[in-house]
């Protein structure tokens, strides 16, 4: 039962690099996430796809990309890392009612 | 403003004693929902426990269970006879219901720590 998997499960990067986190679920849920954690705060939504073909901004969207490629997979784009990004990135999925979010192991990524 | 409180940023409990995690919420809508997670130093999310805005019983799921409060605006997780594995980060969330978006609002967490 993989569910939802995230890779890298971890990466450092220089200032100015780029990169992209993958996330692929199994479970054929319509709704995907990207949250940001940071020390000491919730979870923040940088974007979402509520549906394949779609995506909306969340809270934190600055400095980042997505791409929904298909029903199963969202991926999160870097395009130049920046010290403010460092954080632990969570990929979720969800479905239907109560409509309660499928998380990955998270991404911990360090941008020096 | 913010949307969700969680007041204790870290609890000590004894094994076996229940526990109760604070959670309160501001909102102007009727219909929204309620969602506790578990945070194990693994670093994985784990769904707990939801509750409705319109649930009239308090949600239970095994030990856990939510002591809803609508006029007060509180949902807190209640821990029965606590065990060492429940040490973790404890995330209160709400989702508000709008028309073309799901969100969940989240609190900062409340690390609970088991002693033995």
């Known amino acids: 039962n993989a569910g939802v998997t995230q890779t890298p499960k971890f990466q450092v990067l220089k200032t100015g690099q780029s990169m992209t986190l993958q996330c692929a679920q199994d479970m054929n849920h319509n709704s995907m996430y990207w949250y940001r954690q940071d020390p000491g705060m919730g979870l923040r939504l940088i974007y979402y796809s509520a549906s394949e073909g779609t995506t909306d901004k969340g809270e934190v969207p600055n400095g980042y990309n997505v791409s929904r490629l298909n029903k199963r997979e969202f991926s999160l784009r870097l395009e130049s890392a920046a010290p403010s990004q460092t954080s632990v990135y969570f990929c979720?999925?969800?479905?239907?009612?109560?409509?309660?979010?499928?998380f990955g192991e998270g991404s911990r990524l360090t941008v020096l | 403003a913010q949307k969700i409180t969680q007041t204790q940023p870290g609890m000590f409990v004894q094994e076996k004693e229940a526990v109760t995690l604070d959670c309160t919420y501001d909102t102007s809508d009727q219909s929204y929902g309620l969602f506790w997670y578990k945070q194990p130093s693994s670093g994985e999310m784990i769904f707990l426990i939801y509750q409705g805005s319109y649930d009239e019983q308090n949600a239970t799921e095994g030990r856990y269970s939510l002591n809803f409060q609508k006029a007060r605006k509180s949902a807190n997780l209640v821990i029965s006879a606590s065990q060492l594995g429940d040490s973790a980060m404890y995330f209160c969330?709400?989702?508000?219901?709008?028309?073309?978006?799901?969100?969940?609002?989240w609190g900062a967490g409340t690390k609970l720590i088991i002693k033995p």
């Open positions: 979720a999925s969800r479905e239907g009612t109560p409509g309660e979010l499928f």
């Open positions: 969330a709400m989702r508000e219901v709008q028309p073309s978006n799901y969100q969940l609002i």
